[in-house]
């Protein structure tokens, strides 16, 4: 079956420093989902994106899909308490609209 | 606009018993997730309906636990009887077709 892998799993980042994270498909995906968990909430949609080489931005964060649609990246820069959770990539089976959410990213900030 | 609503927020109880979450999806989403969460494991999907019919349920742990969708604003995830193993946050969440899903807070379920 489709599996969605995310690394790193855990990223501690000095404040105002750039990370990034990573998530990549097994198989090709229709879209890429990216939800952020703040710690004791749940996931809560960023951005979606669909076409081959995609870039969305908003404002410090930069997403990206990969040409062949099997991986995406998540890019923040001048990192600020307020990014602190964890980042969940999802994947979309086209055949079922079943999504593959991978391990996630949980992002810690040292002031 | 109400959100995905579960209930309860919080349940403490012992094994054996059963155990009963309820999630209200946002109106006009034909979609249905269960999800389970944990440190271990992370974020597994349970059980997804679609316009109330379930459509995979391969996630299900095992018997002991159940989900229906009787309506299309209202499902519910049964465990009986629960374990100590199943403690965890569980969440629902709905969507439309292959739109973001939207969450709800959680059930945060501790077995004793």
């Known amino acids: 079956g489709q599996q969605v892998m995310q690394i790193p799993q855990y990223q501690h980042v000095q404040e105002g420093e750039d990370f990034t994270t990573y998530c990549n498909s097994s198989?090709?995906?229709?879209?890429i989902q990216w939800y952020k968990q703040r710690p004791g909430g749940h996931p809560v949609f960023l951005i979606q994106?669909?076409?081959?080489?995609e870039v969305k931005k908003q404002k410090r964060l930069t997403f990206q899909f990969g040409e062949a649609k099997k991986n995406s990246s998540l890019h923040i820069t001048a990192t600020q308490t307020t990014d602190v959770g964890t980042y969940f990539c999802?994947?979309?089976?086209?055949?079922?609209?079943?999504?593959?959410f991978g391990a996630g990213t949980t992002v810690t900030v040292r002031a | 606009d109400a959100g995905v609503i579960q209930s309860p927020r919080h349940e403490v109880t012992e094994m054996g018993q059963e155990v009963t979450l309820r999630c209200k999806p946002i109106?006009?989403?034909?979609?249905l997730f269960w999800y389970r969460q944990t440190m271990m494991r992370g974020l597994e999907l349970l059980i997804y309906?679609?316009?109330?019919?379930?459509?995979?349920d391969s996630g299900m742990p095992e018997d002991r636990f159940s989900a229906k969708m009787p309506n299309a604003s209202f499902s519910t995830l049964k465990i009986q009887p629960s374990e100590p193993r199943d403690s965890a946050v569980y969440f629902c969440?709905?969507?439309?077709?292959?739109?973001?899903?939207?969450f709800g807070d959680g059930t945060r379920l501790s077995i004793l």
């Open positions: 109106s006009g989403h034909n979609s």
């Open positions: 994106l669909v076409k081959s080489g």
């Open positions: 309906f679609n316009n109330n019919v379930p459509i995979d």
């Open positions: 999802a994947g979309l089976n086209s055949n079922d609209y079943k999504l593959s």
């Open positions: 198989t090709t995906l229709s879209n």
């Open positions: 969440a709905s969507n439309y077709d292959d739109q973001p899903q939207h």
